[in-house]
């Protein structure tokens, strides 16, 4: 899985799970499989801040905050 090792540092090499903002958010070193099982269903306190209607993952909500007004920006910029 393409994902788990973006995410998972080892010996030699530090990656995403060690990187401070992740740290930080996350509240500590997660593996691929803890970071995932925090990713579930976005609760009724994260109604705030552009829902997304459908969308069914905490994961995928906060990438549509995310992105979604930068690649609507990008279209418009674009024409």
Known sequence: MPALGEWESNRDF???NRENEHLL?????????????RSGVPGVEE??????PGEPSRFGLYAR???DGLLEAEKVASQ
């Open 14 to 16: 530090k990656r995403e």
């Open 25 to 37: 958010v996350l509240g500590g070193d997660l593996s691929f499989v803890e970071m995932v099982a």
């Open 47 to 52: 109604a705030g801040g552009g829902v997304v």
């Open 65 to 67: 905050r995310l992105w």
